[in-house]
């Protein structure tokens, strides 16, 4: 009773103090004058909207972080074809930050479009876009340390054996083996574990090393990427459908209940087999993407209330 007392007590007041803070605010507020629109102008520049979905898209530049008008970043390669123009390699950086033109293309909220002379959109003129963006390049980066950390720790086991205790990194990767092992392998594959777990264990440190680096400032959200997620899921589909037997089969299109019964559950579990796939593609997209933006929320917390 006393622990409820408190508790609307304390509604009460936080409710009266943000009463009387929001009255002081539009107390304190004074007209506009024509001398202050160029600062409101740049006070009102900030966008959050904007610099979180250019924080979670792909772009073809890594940017690390802006002083004055300098921008830190690292422009990456363009590669476009188009039908009229042919073939167009160049950096990045011609495009000054999307802000100038160059040979007849620009950037345009993070897609390379064609132009006419007169700076507009030529619709007529088809482009190719081949170029190797920062979640591409981040991803190949990605694949090269996690093949250069296997192989390492693979070295070892071959130089030193079982009978070794482990050491390093290899030290680090072997609990996390053996509880991919354990606890996903032997029992949702039974005898037959040892036989997908160079897949799993491929997967899950392939995710786990692109998570990682994308915690670093200024890399790509490569996870977040719907089509990072469709090719995983699409991959795991052909490999659940090639790896079942009559049994597997027998179950979706004979299933053990009533004939009433199989009328409705036969399409639902044959629909369940594309659905499934397609259900984890959608969670570790949406989890990646709000895991982001949450984050970006919060730090953008601080600019926002600092107008």
Not at 2 to 13: D, P, Q
Not at 19 to 41: C, R, V, W
Not at 111 to 137: H, P
Request: charged content about 15%; overall charge neutral.
């Amino acid at each position: 009773m006393a622990i409820r007392s408190i508790k609307s007590l304390l509604v009460i007041v936080f409710s009266i103090f943000t009463l009387l803070y929001s009255t002081g605010i539009y107390a304190n507020e004074t007209p506009q004058k024509e001398g202050n629109e160029g600062a409101d102008h740049k006070e009102a520049a900030f966008d959050p909207a904007k610099l979180i979905m250019e924080h979670i898209m792909d772009a073809h530049e890594f940017h690390f972080f802006t002083i004055g008008e300098t921008h830190i970043s690292i422009p990456l390669p363009v590669i476009l074809y188009s039908p009229q123009k042919g073939l167009s390699i160049f950096s990045f950086s011609k495009f000054h930050h999307g802000h100038e033109i160059y040979n007849g293309y620009k950037s345009e909220e993070n897609k390379i479009v064609a132009v006419n002379e007169a700076g507009e959109i030529d619709e007529a003129v088809k482009v190719y876009d081949f170029s190797l963006t920062r979640n591409v390049v981040q991803m190949f980066l990605a694949l090269a340390l996690l093949v250069w950390l296997m192989v390492g720790v693979a070295n070892k086991y071959k130089k030193n054996g079982a009978k070794v205790a482990p050491s390093g990194f290899q030290n680090a990767v072997e609990p996390v083996i053996t509880f991919v092992r354990d606890e996903v392998g032997k029992p949702n594959l039974g005898h037959a574990y040892e036989k997908y777990m160079p897949y799993l264990l491929t997967v899950f440190f392939f995710i786990l090393i692109n998570n990682l680096v994308g915690l670093i400032p200024g890399t790509a959200n490569v996870t977040g990427n719907i089509s990072f997620t469709v090719v995983l899921g699409v991959i795991s589909f052909f490999v659940i459908v090639f790896s079942t037997n009559k049994h597997f089969w027998g179950h979706i299109f004979n299933p053990p209940v009533p004939m009433f019964v199989k009328v409705i559950l036969i399409p639902v579990e044959f629909i369940g087999i594309f659905t499934k796939p397609f259900a984890l593609i959608i969670r570790l997209f949406a989890n990646m993407v709000a895991g982001h933006i949450i984050i970006t929320c919060f730090i953008m917390l601080i600019f926002i209330f600092g107008q």
